[in-house]
């Protein structure tokens, strides 16, 4: 299987930070690697070009995003990445297929082209897994999937409906057992990607 691994790590912030993504997305090869699958990664604060990104996407039967939640969604870079890559012409999705002439509501978002694509949206956060899950905490009950769901329209909006279950780190200035949880992300790849 082909596996790009997106690096949405974020060095630039309040506290050294961006150390975690980099080291899980080098597990995410390493392990996908030893299983043996063909895995390449793009850094996106090291630069890229739309147009290669997107023929990567297009060769690739899975994309893994790895990044920090950054003022609860995706990091401006990665945003950016993804608006960038996303709209290389008429390489996702046909654009213009709904118009005044075919007004159809019912086929709006089903014009892209990466249907046999699937993706694994990874984080890590400062925010304790309890804020997500405690109704009377900071996120009123809403778990971390309700937060990612523009990050998962963005892929279904090119025709990505298969999304393997991620793999979500919190609490990382807190929780003293950040070694077990990447002992656990390679576990979770071995179970998904076996």
Wanted: net charge negative; hydrophobic share 35%; proline share 7%.
């Amino acid at each position: 299987m082909k596996i790009l691994v997106i690096n949405g790590t974020q060095t630039k912030g309040i506290k050294p930070i961006g150390k975690l993504n980099n080291s899980l997305s080098e597990i995410s090869k390493q392990v996908l690697t030893e299983l043996g699958h063909e895995v390449t990664e793009t850094i996106v604060e090291q630069g890229y070009d739309p147009e290669i990104e997107a023929d990567k996407f297009i060769a690739s039967d899975v994309i893994i995003f790895h990044f920090p939640i950054w003022w609860f969604g995706q990091p401006w870079t990665v945003k950016k990445y993804i608006d960038e890559v996303y709209t290389v012409p008429f390489k996702f999705y046909q654009p213009g297929t709904r118009n005044p002439s075919n007004p159809n509501p019912n086929i709006y978002g089903k014009s892209g082209f990466l249907q046999n694509k699937r993706v694994m949206i990874n984080t890590t956060q400062a925010a304790p897994l309890e804020a997500y899950t405690n109704p009377t905490l900071f996120m009123e009950g809403h778990l971390i999937d309700e937060l990612l769901r523009p990050i998962y329209l963005q892929n279904k909006f090119v025709g990505i409906n298969d999304f393997i279950p991620g793999f979500h780190i919190y609490d990382v200035y807190v929780d003293t057992n950040i070694k077990l949880k990447i002992d656990e992300y390679k576990e979770h790849l071995k179970k998904y990607f076996n």
